[in-house]
């Protein structure tokens, strides 16, 4: 069984968020690209400069991956109490993504909450 694996890079010198298009484990680069489609210009950056954040294949309200990092409010309704609401970064832990807001945390994922990404920890 395979399946695709992507990320995007947060670029810590330049403080963006890109695309990564192809990674070099052994010389220890990764090809970005540009997300914003005005400026394509590829280009290699050297993993002690960039952080990787993986795709978590879940999308939210609006169809946007979700990815590792992205700060995230979630709904979610408990029964008889009304709803439960949390806002938090997307980590994973434990083998799951989760949506951490110390002390509390919620999983990213089950078939009745909604998420919706209000922004990324990094931006």
């Known amino acids: 069984m395979s ?5 995007r ?3 810590k010198r330049n403080n963006k968020i890109y695309e990564v298009i192809q990674i070099d484990f052994e010389n220890e680069v990764a090809l970005l690209g540009n997300i914003e489609i005005e400026d ?3 280009f290699y950056a050297k993993f002690e400069d960039i952080e990787l954040l993986q ?3 879940i999308t939210d309200i609006s169809g946007n991956d979700i990815y590792e ?4 409010y979630q709904t979610s309704p408990i029964l008889g109490r009304g709803d439960f609401e949390i ?3 997307v980590k994973f832990i ?3 993504w989760w949506i951490e ?7 990213l994922f089950n078939e009745i909450n909604e998420n919706e990404i209000v922004g990324n920890k990094y931006v």
């Open 3 to 7: 399946r695709e694996i992507r990320f």
């Open 9 to 11: 890079a947060y670029h």
């Open 40 to 42: 394509n210009k590829n």
């Open 55 to 57: 795709n978590t294949w």
């Open 69 to 72: 990092g992205d700060i995230v």
């Open 87 to 89: 806002t938090g970064e």
């Open 94 to 96: 434990e083998g799951s």
């Open 101 to 107: 807001n110390a002390p509390n945390a919620m999983l």
